[in-house]
């Protein structure tokens, strides 16, 4: 497609259970991001990848966070036993890093996450 | 550490009004990037521009300026003559040079919402 795209767009889920959310990154861009975006707040980093490798997983909350990415491509974030405090807004964001200076990113539309 | 603050957390202005939201960045960085992006009611980011830390020249686009001053880290945005569509959320972010253990993820300030009255 033309943008990034995040699927689905809106999650309402059980406390507890796990979730999983898709991101579909523009095609040929290397470097997938993903942000977390609180009511109020601002985006907050949680995990960059090069291909298919996590070389900063340094914004994961706890250990119930968890993503990968395959082909080089499509990404997928997972929260296990969710928890209220997860409701937020999951935003994707990918990049060419073929530039010779730092591209912009490029962000999906988001996951709105509501964890009841 | 990088830092973006955005001190402004809420500006309300009325239609045809110029109107500057301040951003103050920090970073021990020698090169660095600065953006800012738009984030309208729909909830996409919308990417405005890109600065080097090289490059202070001012760039007006259209109804948009900004200002970047080495001397105080600062990267301001100014709208001219702002219009009902102009109201967003703007966030104002930083990067360091990707390579040598960067990775080019943006730091972005809490943003600041513009409401523009008609």
């Known amino acids: 497609g033309a943008g990034v795209s995040q699927s689905p767009s809106n999650k309402v889920t059980e406390k507890g259970k796990d979730v999983e959310l898709r991101c579909d990154p523009i095609s040929g861009h290397t470097a997938l991001y993903w942000y977390r975006q609180s009511l109020g707040q601002g985006l907050e980093f949680l995990i960059y990848f090069q291909g298919n490798s996590a070389p900063d997983k340094s914004g994961l909350p706890s250990d119930r966070f968890s993503a990968e990415r395959t082909g080089g491509s499509v990404s997928t974030l997972t929260i296990q036993r969710t928890q209220q405090e997860d409701s937020a807004v999951y935003l994707c964001a990918s990049k060419t890093t073929r530039s010779s200076y730092n591209s912009p990113l490029h962000f999906g539309n988001g996951t709105r996450l509501t964890v009841t | 550490a990088q830092k973006v603050t955005q001190a402004q957390t809420e500006i309300s202005v009325v239609e045809k009004e110029d109107v500057t939201l301040d951003c103050v960045y920090e970073?021990?960085?020698?090169?660095?990037?600065l953006f800012w992006y738009k984030q309208p009611p729909s909830g996409e980011l919308v990417f405005l521009i890109r600065?080097?830390?090289?490059?202070?020249q001012n760039e007006i686009s259209g109804r948009y300026s900004w200002n970047f001053q080495k001397s105080t880290s600062s990267f301001n945005f100014t709208i001219t003559a702002s219009q009902v569509v102009d109201s967003a959320v703007y966030f104002c972010a930083l990067s360091g040079e990707e390579g040598s253990g960067n990775t080019g993820k943006l730091i972005f300030g809490q943003g600041t919402t513009l409401q523009v009255k008609p």
């Open positions: 970073t021990r960085d020698t090169t660095y990037y």
């Open positions: 600065r080097n830390s090289f490059d202070e």
